[in-house]
C-alpha cells in the first residue's frame, strides 16, 4: 500500500472520527486502518491521533497533518478532474443529498431522464432531512430547501417556493380558526425537528405590518421528517408551516385550509449547492445543469397544481 493510499486513510479516519467507519467506507478492517495509521506515525515520528475506545480524535500534531494532507488530496482531486474535463468526458458517479419528501416527489422522477442522456453517469441519491456535510459526507451536491447561511459552497437557485400555514378542516371546526399568529401560541402546531432545525419558531409577516412577527410554537407532536407531519395534519392532529410544493394539491382538494393566510412565512427557494472546485467534474456539473433545467421557469409543482 502506497503512502499516498496512507494519507487517504489519515484523512477519512480525522473527518469520521472512527477507524471501523473509515474501514467500512475504504473496504479496510479496522485493524489494516489501524496499522496504516501506526505506519504513518512511525515514518513521522509523531502521534496523530488520541484514541478511545469509541472515538479518535486529531492531536495537535495531527491537526497540521490534516489540514495539509487535505490540500494534497483536493490538489489531486482538481489535477484527475482537470485532466476528465480536458477529455470532456461525462462519467463516473455523482452523489446528491436531498430532503426526503421533496426527493421523492421531484428528484427520483427525473433521474432516469438524465441517466439516459448521460449512461456513463451512475447517480447516487441520498434522501435526508438533515443537513449533511458536503465535505465530510463525501457528497457531490445537495439540495436544500432553507435560508442559507453563508459558505464557501457554491449555491444556484433552482426555483422559488412558497411556504404557507395549513391545517384541516376538521382540526379547525374543533379548536377554532386562528385569526391573528398569536392565536397559533393556543393552537397544537406540528414541528419539523431535527439538529439545527428551527421551525419551532415561526415568523409571519401581515400584509401592510412594518415588520414581522416571530413566535416560540409549540405543540404535541414533532418529527424529523416532513411527510409525517403532512400526514397529521391529514388526519387532523394540528397545524404545520409547509411548503406549497408538499401542500399544494391537498389544498386544492380541500383536505388542508390555508391558516391566516394574509400573514405570510418568509419563502425558502429551492437550491443545489456544491463545493467550490475551480476544475467541477463534468459529470456534475452535468447534473446540476440537468437540475436547472428541469425546474427553471415554472416550477414542476405549479404545473401540477395547475393541471
Request: glycine share 6%.
Amino acid at each position: 500500500m502506497s503512502d499516498f493510499e496512507d494519507i487517504q486513510i489519515f484523512v477519512r479516519v480525522a473527518e469520521l472520527g472512527n477507524l471501523s467507519a473509515a474501514g467500512r467506507e475504504l473496504r479496510h478492517s479496522a485493524a489494516v486502518v489501524s496499522n496504516r495509521i501506526a505506519r504513518l506515525e512511525e515514518r513521522l515520528g509523531v502521534r496523530l491521533l488520541n484514541r478511545t475506545t469509541r472515538r479518535v480524535g486529531l492531536t495537535t500534531e495531527g491537526d497540521i497533518y490534516y489540514r495539509h494532507c487535505q490540500r494534497i488530496l483536493a490538489e489531486m482531486e482538481e489535477a484527475e478532474n482537470a485532466i476528465a474535463n480536458q477529455k470532456n468526458t461525462t462519467r463516473g458517479p455523482v452523489t446528491v443529498t436531498c430532503p426526503v419528501a421533496f426527493g421523492n416527489m421531484f428528484v427520483a422522477p427525473i433521474i432516469p431522464k438524465f441517466v439516459e442522456k448521460n449512461p456513463d453517469v451512475q447517480v447516487r441519491l441520498h434522501l435526508s432531512d438533515r443537513l449533511l456535510d458536503l465535505l465530510q459526507d463525501k457528497v457531490d451536491l445537495a439540495i436544500r430547501i432553507a435560508e442559507l447561511k453563508e459558505s464557501s459552497l457554491i449555491v444556484r437557485k433552482l426555483a422559488a417556493n412558497k411556504r404557507v400555514l395549513v391545517a384541516s378542516p376538521a382540526y379547525l371546526k374543533r379548536n377554532g380558526t386562528p385569526r391573528t399568529p398569536s392565536d397559533l401560541l393556543d393552537h397544537n402546531c406540528l414541528l419539523l425537528r431535527f439538529p439545527g432545525s428551527r421551525q419551532y419558531q415561526w415568523t409571519l409577516q401581515r400584509e401592510g405590518d412594518e415588520a414581522p412577527t416571530t413566535l416560540s410554537v409549540s405543540g404535541s407532536m414533532d418529527s424529523d421528517n416532513g411527510e409525517v407531519l403532512t400526514r397529521w395534519c391529514l388526519d387532523g392532529h394540528g397545524i404545520a408551516l409547509k411548503s406549497m410544493w408538499e401542500v399544494g394539491p391537498h389544498i386544492q382538494s380541500g383536505a388542508l385550509k390555508i391558516v391566516l393566510p394574509d400573514c405570510i412565512p418568509p419563502s425558502h427557494a429551492v437550491y443545489t449547492l456544491y463545493p467550490e472546485n475551480r476544475y467541477l467534474p463534468t459529470r456534475v456539473r452535468a447534473f446540476v445543469d440537468f437540475l436547472v433545467a428541469e425546474f427553471g421557469g415554472t416550477p414542476p409543482w405549479e404545473r401540477l397544481n395547475a393541471d
